[in-house]
């Protein structure tokens, strides 16, 4: 999108500010009579990440060898630190289980994260809410699948809704533990993930287009600061480079603890 608005802006029509609906992308493939948005650019950039995880993993353990390879010795790398940093740090012996789930979360948040930065891209899938969505929707659904195999139907959800207290809280703490425990975690899991990429993409774009109106301005004292609006929009792309490693961490460790709290024995 950022690519798309400089070339606007090049030719003296500049998107300045940016608004919500930049983040609806006209269809690529058009569909039904009203051009629906069916195959956009984020869901290009779905797919072009799974074809790279796809085929970075089956290259990666093609022909495995007791001394790793780079590509062997990254992709190991990848799944030991989510197994043992994530999945056995979170939930202990039983998160090896879980390993592979986590590491294919954390890997595709990441490639689709990494889009961000990419020069001409620029933009990720999780900028739109959808995304994330999904994700949330599937931990979610994961840790209610564990913890009714792990307890049973009735003793997990009386275990999720009734905490230790008298039986006169227990009206008051079961609606609370409702919202917490069932509404606020995917929702607040998506939120995160959305809400952190959606704002540096446009962080990135308001100093970038900024560079340009500063440029154009009829003010000839505005057209050098310009150049710091620009050096600004670098500096922040290395800082979204530590976002974007940072947020597909904290979403699969929040994922693993929500894995964890519906094995634990104890509320």
């Known amino acids: 999108m950022i690519g798309q608005s400089i070339v606007l802006a090049a030719e003296g029509d500049i998107p300045f500010p940016p608004s919500v609906e930049d983040f609806f992308l006209p269809a690529i493939v058009p569909w039904g009579a009203h051009n629906s948005y069916w195959f956009t650019k984020f869901t290009a950039l779905i797919w072009l990440s799974v074809g790279i995880l796809i085929i970075f993993f089956l290259l990666s353990y093609r022909k ?81 699948w564990v913890g009714i195999r792990h307890h049973g139907f009735v003793k997990f959800f009386k275990h999720s809704l009734m905490p230790p207290a008298p039986w006169f809280m227990q009206p008051l703490l079961i609606p609370i533990e409702i919202i917490s ?31 340009f109106v500063l440029l154009n301005a009829d003010s000839f004292f505005l057209k050098p600061i310009s150049v710091l609006s620009w050096a600004v929009s670098i500096a922040i792309t290395f800082l979204e480079a530590l976002v974007i490693v940072l947020q597909a961490y904290i979403f699969t460790v929040l994922s693993a603890s929500y894995v964890q709290g519906a094995l634990a024995d104890e509320h």
């Open 64 to 144: 495995p060898q007791l001394v790793p390879t780079k590509k062997q010795w990254i992709a190991e790398s990848i799944y030991g630190f989510v197994r043992n940093n994530i999945a056995v740090d979170m939930i202990g012996h039983r998160g090896v289980a879980f390993a592979p789930y986590f590491t294919t979360l954390f890997v595709f948040i990441l490639m689709n994260n990494i889009w961000q930065i990419i020069p001409g891209v620029q933009i990720s899938p999780n900028t739109h809410i959808a995304f994330p969505a999904i994700l949330a929707i599937i931990s979610y659904v994961l840790f209610i």
């Open 181 to 211: 425990t069932f509404i606020a975690r995917p929702v607040s899991l998506a939120l995160r993930l959305f809400a952190n990429l959606f704002a540096g993409h446009i962080i990135l774009l308001v100093f970038t287009l900024g560079g």
